[in-house]
C-alpha cells in the first residue's frame, strides 16, 4: 500500500484488466512491466485481405482517370509530386513507380555514401520540406540522403489527392491523334499503359499478360537516365516517331549539367513534360553525378509548367 492509499496491487491488476482486455490502452505507457495480459484487437485473416484489396480497388478506381500521372518516384518525380500536390489540392495526382520501393538513386549520395549534397540554391527545396542540412557556403549538405527521401516520400504520401502505385510499371504511353500542319502523325499523350512490375519481367516467357491504363491528360516523365528502366517514355516517344532521335546523355560536368536539367524541364511532345536525368537523354545535356539540386529544382519546374499547361 503506498503512502496515499492506494494499493499498488490492486491498482495494476485493473490496469492490466483495462489495458488488456480490450485492447483499448490510452498510451503505451500503461504497458510498462504489464505485459503478461496483453492482447491485440481481435481479427479475422479475412478481414484483412478484404481491407487491403477493397482500398487497392478503390485506388484503381479513382485514378483509372487521374488529372496528372508522374511516372517514376525518384528524386525529381517525388519532388514534383510534392510541389504539385501542395500547390493543388483539388487535382488527382497518380505516381507509378516500378520499384517495390519508392527513391530511386537517392538513398545515398553518391558511390555507397551516405551525405547528400545539394547546390545552393536547392537549399530553398528543403527549407520548404522541412530537412535540416549543414549550410557549406556554395552548396548544403543533408546528413543521409535517406533523411532526404524519406522526409520527402513520407510528406507526398500524406497528401489525400496523391495515390503512389509502386512495383507498377508503365509499358507504354495513350495517344490521341493530334495532328499539324508540320506533322500530320503527331500525338498527344493521354495518358499510360501500366502493369504489375512482376508481370512486365515476364512478357518473355508468359503470353496473355495485357496491360492496364490510367487515362490522364498530363504526364511527366521522370525515369531517370537510360539504364534496365530508365528513359522510358523518351525511348517510346523515338520509336513513335514522335521525336527524331535522342541527343544521349553527356559525359559528367557538374558545373553545366545542373542548370541545363533544369532549364530544360518542359512539355517535350503536348502532354509530356519530361524532367530530372530523363531529360539528359532527350537533349543531350551531361550528367551531374552526385548532386542532387538539380532533380529537385526539376521537380518544382516541372510542376510550374504542368500547371501552366493544366490553366491553359
Ligand atoms: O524505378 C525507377 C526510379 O525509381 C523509375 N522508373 C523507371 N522506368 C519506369 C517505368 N515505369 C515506372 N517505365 C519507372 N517507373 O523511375 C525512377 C527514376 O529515379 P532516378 O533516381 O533514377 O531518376 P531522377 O531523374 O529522379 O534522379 C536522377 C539522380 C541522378 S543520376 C545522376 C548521374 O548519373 O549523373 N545524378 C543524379 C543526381
Redesign the pocket.
Known amino acids: 500500500v503506498l503512502g496515499n492509499g492506494v494499493d499498488l496491487k490492486k491498482s495494476l491488476a485493473v490496469k492490466a484488466a483495462s489495458v488488456s482486455q480490450d485492447g483499448q490502452a490510452k498510451t503505451l505507457a500503461e504497458f510498462e512491466s504489464n505485459w503478461d495480459n496483453f492482447t491485440f484487437a481481435p481479427i479475422r485473416e479475412s478481414q484483412v485481405s478484404r481491407a487491403m484489396t477493397r482500398r487497392y480497388f478503390q485506388d484503381l478506381d479513382t485514378y483509372a482517370e487521374s488529372d496528372i500521372v508522374i ?7 517525388l519532388s514534383t509530386a510534392f510541389m504539385l500536390a501542395s500547390k493543388r489540392p483539388d487535382l488527382k495526382i497518380a505516381i ?4 517495390v520501393a ?5 538513398w545515398l549520395g553518391g558511390q555507397l555514401f551516405s551525405a547528400m549534397i545539394m547546390r545552393k540554391p536547392a537549399q530553398l527545396f528543403l527549407n520548404e520540406l522541412g530537412v535540416p542540412y549543414e549550410d557549406d557556403g556554395d552548396w548544403v549538405t543533408v546528413k543521409h540522403a535517406a533523411l532526404f527521401t524519406s522526409t520527402l516520400l513520407s510528406k507526398v504520401l500524406q497528401f489525400p489527392n496523391v495515390k503512389l502505385f509502386n512495383a ?4 507504354d504511353l495513350i495517344t490521341r491523334p493530334a495532328p499539324t500542319r508540320k506533322d500530320p502523325n503527331a500525338v498527344r499523350i493521354a495518358g499510360v499503359v501500366t502493369n504489375w512490375t512482376l508481370v512486365s519481367m515476364h512478357h518473355d516467357d508468359q503470353s496473355c499478360m495485357d496491360p492496364n491504363t490510367i487515362n490522364a491528360p498530363l504526364v511527366i516523365s ?4 537510360d539504364g534496365p ?2 528513359a ?1 517514355s523518351v525511348k517510346r516517344l523515338v520509336s513513335m516517331l514522335q521525336i527524331e532521335k535522342l541527343g544521349g546523355m553527356r559525359g ?1 560536368d557538374m558545373r553545366t ?1 545542373e542548370d541545363a536539367i533544369v532549364k530544360r524541364t518542359r512539355e517535350v511532345v503536348p502532354g509530356l513534360i519530361v ?4 531529360l539528359s537523354e532527350v537533349d543531350g545535356a551531361n ?6 539540386g ?2 529537385a529544382l526539376s521537380g518544382v519546374k516541372a510542376a510550374e509548367e504542368a500547371l501552366n499547361v493544366w490553366d491553359e
Open positions: 511516372v517514376g518516384a525518384g528524386s525529381c518525380g507509378v513507380e516500378a520499384g519508392p527513391g530511386g538513386g537517392a507498377t510499371t508503365v509499358e521522370t525515369t531517370g537516365h528502366f530508365g522510358f559528367l549539367a524532367g530530372g536525368m530523363e550528367r551531374m553525378g552526385p548532386t542532387f538539380a532533380m
